[in-house]
């Protein structure tokens, strides 16, 4: 987009929640950690991001939503 300065670095995850696609600030996540994202995106597509976001205000979607970490899923419960 015009005005815009490229960083070099990812600006906003895309996350599916609950069916729908937010989008999900970089939060905890280091300089270079964002910038390892945007070069090598395959290593991350279908990770679980954990992330926090405003309870209140929110219709639709969780509200100014900001990424503290990966999920292991390790500790998610297996659907079967």
């Known amino acids: 987009a015009e005005g815009l ?3 070099d670095m ?4 895309l996350v599916e929640f609950h069916g729908q696609q937010i989008r999900v600030a970089p939060g905890k996540f ?16 279908g990770r679980y ?3 926090t976001h405003m309870p209140h ?3 639709d979607q969780p509200r100014m939503a900001r990424a ?3 999920r292991d899923p390790r500790d998610m419960a297996i659907n079967d």
């Open 57 to 59: 205000g929110a219709k």
């Open 10 to 13: 990812v600006g906003a995850l």
């Open 30 to 45: 280091k300089h270079h950690e964002r910038r390892d994202m945007l070069q090598h995106p395959s290593d991350y597509i």
């Open 68 to 70: 503290v970490g990966w």
């Open 5 to 7: 300065i490229d960083s």
């Open 49 to 51: 991001v954990k992330f």
